[in-house]
């Protein structure tokens, strides 16, 4: 890890084309090893700057951007989303003004590893964890995320959306929101206002815009529940 480190501090911090370079190659050849993995990881837990923690959500999303959970086995698939489910979860003011930027990239790497479909997520310990506002985020990119999604999961996935919508239009502001019940969540409710219900809407658009049955969750269906709820 240190080498990385030390290859990021000559990248940003150096002004010699050549060095800089070099650092650039090393670091190139470091995302495209199996040893990123690991590291990557380490990088995002005990990395010594904001920036080598948003390097290691980097350069997951990289390895994983195209699907097949980037040629990792499941099972180290599996182990790998709990860790980052887990990083997620205790992401805090550390990271000062990058948590924009990291957060959003931890995210898309766990949509990205979707080993046994959305309800393997759903019922992970470690995504009950989340606060609802990561739970949201992870599951508006999982349409995204390259996983080939059966039509019974979207479905299911469609009529959460709508419970989830349900929930955040009736719930005041300032009042603790209850989680549909198909989240087992273990985190405390979100606080209802408008952010808590522009995220599910928009984690809602995401599924709907995804082909289901007439059960489901359409994108003319989701604007006729906004506007009776509004």
Known sequence: MDHVEEALRVLYTTT?????QSADKWLQDFQASDAAWELAVALISSGAS??????????????????NLGGL?????????????QQLAALGGEYGALVANVEPQ???AIAALLVGGVAALLGDPAFAALPAPSMLRVLALVPEGGA???TEEIEEMQILMLAWLDAAYGC????????????GATAPPAVGG????????????QWAALPASEHGLTLRRLATHVQSAA
């Open 16 to 20: 010699n084309p050549s060095l800089r």
């Open 50 to 67: 904001a920036e080598s923690r948003l390097f290691g959500c980097t350069v997951l999303c990289n390895k994983l951007r195209g699907g």
């Open 73 to 85: 086995p499941p099972e180290s698939a599996t182990s790998l989303r709990v860790a980052l489910l």
């Open 106 to 108: 931890l995210c898309r």
């Open 148 to 150: 080939l999604l059966e």
């Open 172 to 183: 005041a502001d300032e009042a603790p929101c209850p989680y549909p019940p198909q989240i």
């Open 194 to 205: 408008r952010d808590h219900r522009v995220a599910v809407l928009e984690c809602a658009g």
